[in-house]
């Protein structure tokens, strides 16, 4: 029997809050998520709370979240508007 990972419930309650204001165009909103997002894991990693596998699964979705939301600001608004 193979199982996941065991989840951070807080981590995983913030990455919701990411996904819903990304998913609503908060451009905003997600960036500063993805900042508390960022927060809680390396503090996890530096207490000791995440560790291992855990560790290595925040890591990758972190490293995922950044590089979606790289460019997802109201500045990437300007690259679509049409000068006449």
Same mark, same amino acid.
């Given at each position: 029997m193979m199982f996941g990972v065991r989840k951070d419930?807080?981590?995983e309650e913030m990455l919701?809050? #990411?996904?819903?204001? &990304?998913s609503n165009?908060? =451009?905003d909103a997600a960036q500063k998520d993805l900042h508390k997002?960022? *927060? &809680?894991?390396?503090?996890?990693?530096?207490?000791g709370q995440l560790k291992?596998?855990?560790?290595?699964h925040y *890591? =990758?979705? #972190?490293? *995922? =979240?950044k590089e979606? #939301?790289?460019?997802f600001t109201?500045?990437?608004? #300007?690259k679509n508007v049409v000068h006449r």
């Open positions: 419930k807080r981590i919701r809050t #990411l996904e819903m204001d &990304a165009n908060y =451009k997002v960022e *927060e &809680a894991i390396h503090s996890g990693i530096e207490s291992g596998k855990q560790k290595e *890591e =990758k979705i #972190l490293r *995922e =979240k979606q #939301l790289r460019e109201h500045k990437d608004q #300007l």
